[in-house]
């Protein structure tokens, strides 16, 4: 059975802007057979944090979240490859990263379960509704 080829949205966050490991992370996405096939860098604003991540608004680490998205720029891209949504959270690891498998970008590049270096979308649902928010043109 072949997988399904799928889109989903991946977000290099300002801490690992910040150490410059840009190349690092999407090296192991394309290394994994992903294909990058919209990139920027880009800086949120507070209200565009707020808006992407409204979600989480009754969540007592929202303001937190949304203070550190925009604290520095931040790679937005789309990726694609078979059944892309599971394979990038596998990639990901562990939203804290003392509990990310070894060899995950969390486990290996992340500075707390806070500042988790990526964000990636978590279902093909969510997945379009995202790329939609950053890429309105895809």
């Not at 800086?43 to 929202?62: D, G, I, S, W």
């Not at 060899?103 to 978590?122: F, K, P, Q, W, Y």
């Amino acid at each position: 059975m072949t997988a399904q080829m799928e889109k989903t949205l991946s977000i290099i966050k300002p801490d690992a802007c910040n150490r410059n490991l840009n190349g690092e992370i999407i090296s192991r996405f394309e290394k994994a057979g992903l294909y990058i096939r919209t990139m920027r860098m880009e800086h949120l604003t507070k209200a565009q944090a707020e808006a992407f991540y409204a979600v989480h608004k009754e969540r007592p680490f929202f303001d937190e979240l949304v203070t550190y998205m925009s604290s520095a720029p931040v790679v937005i891209m789309t990726l694609e490859g078979p059944d892309a949504v599971r394979k990038n959270r596998e990639l990901m690891g562990a939203t804290n990263p003392a509990d990310a498998a070894c060899g995950t970008i969390r486990h290996d590049l992340a500075l707390s379960i806070g500042e988790n270096s990526v964000h990636g979308s978590d279902s093909l649902e969510n997945a379009k509704i995202e790329i939609a928010f950053f890429f309105p043109e895809s």
